[in-house]
C-alpha cells in the first residue's frame, strides 16, 4: 500500500498533474507580456496574474474553458496534485491524463514566484468551493 501510494505521487509529480491541459492549437497563441497586463484593482497578485496567463484556457475562476480543464474541481485538491505539480506543470508542461484537452505546453514567461502565487489564488477558489 505505501508502494502504491509511492507510486501514485510520484507519477502524479512526474506528470505535473495539472494545470490541464491546454492543447497545442491554444499554445500556439504567443502569451501576452505581464507587463502589458490590465490588473483589476482590489484583486490578489494571484488572481491578476492567473486572469492574465492562465484563464484563457482554465477559465474565470479556473471553472474550464471548452480547451482547458477546471482547476477548481476535487481531482486538483492538494491531496492529490500538490503546490509543487503545479509548479512542475508550468514549468515543463503537463501530459494529459486526467481530462482530454490535450497536454499543456510549458509556461516559460511564468516565473516560479508568479506560479506560486497563482497557485494560491487557485488554492483560495477550492478551499472557496469546500474543495481541501
Given at each position: 500500500?505505501?508502494?502504491?501510494?509511492?507510486?501514485?505521487?510520484?507519477?502524479?509529480l512526474l506528470l505535473?498533474?495539472?494545470?490541464?491541459?491546454?492543447?497545442?492549437?491554444?499554445?500556439?497563441?504567443?502569451?501576452t507580456p505581464l507587463?502589458?497586463?490590465?490588473?483589476?484593482?482590489?484583486?490578489?497578485?494571484?488572481?491578476?496574474?492567473?486572469?492574465?496567463?492562465?484563464?484563457?484556457?482554465?477559465?474565470?475562476?479556473?471553472?474550464?474553458?471548452q480547451i482547458g480543464?477546471?482547476?477548481?474541481?476535487?481531482?486538483?485538491?492538494?491531496?492529490?496534485?500538490?503546490?509543487?505539480?503545479?509548479?512542475?506543470?508550468?514549468?515543463?508542461?503537463?501530459?494529459?491524463?486526467?481530462?482530454?484537452?490535450?497536454?499543456?505546453?510549458?509556461?516559460?514567461?511564468?516565473?516560479?514566484?508568479?506560479?506560486?502565487?497563482?497557485?494560491?489564488?487557485?488554492?483560495?477558489?477550492?478551499?472557496?468551493?469546500?474543495?481541501?
Open positions: 500500500m505505501l508502494i502504491t501510494r509511492f507510486l501514485h505521487l510520484a507519477a502524479g505535473a498533474g495539472g494545470l490541464g491541459a491546454c492543447s497545442t492549437a491554444a499554445a500556439s497563441v504567443p502569451p507587463a502589458a497586463a490590465t490588473f483589476v484593482p482590489g484583486a490578489s497578485r494571484g488572481e491578476q496574474l492567473f486572469n492574465q496567463t492562465c484563464a484563457a484556457c482554465h477559465g474565470v475562476r479556473a471553472t474550464g474553458t480543464p477546471p482547476l477548481v474541481d476535487k481531482i486538483y485538491e492538494p491531496s492529490h496534485h500538490s503546490d509543487a505539480a503545479f509548479l512542475l506543470a508550468v514549468r515543463n508542461g503537463s501530459v494529459q491524463h486526467h481530462w482530454k484537452f490535450g497536454n499543456m505546453p510549458a509556461q516559460p514567461t511564468v516565473t516560479d514566484a508568479e506560479t506560486r502565487e497563482i497557485t494560491q489564488y487557485v488554492r483560495a477558489l477550492q478551499r472557496e468551493a469546500g474543495i481541501r
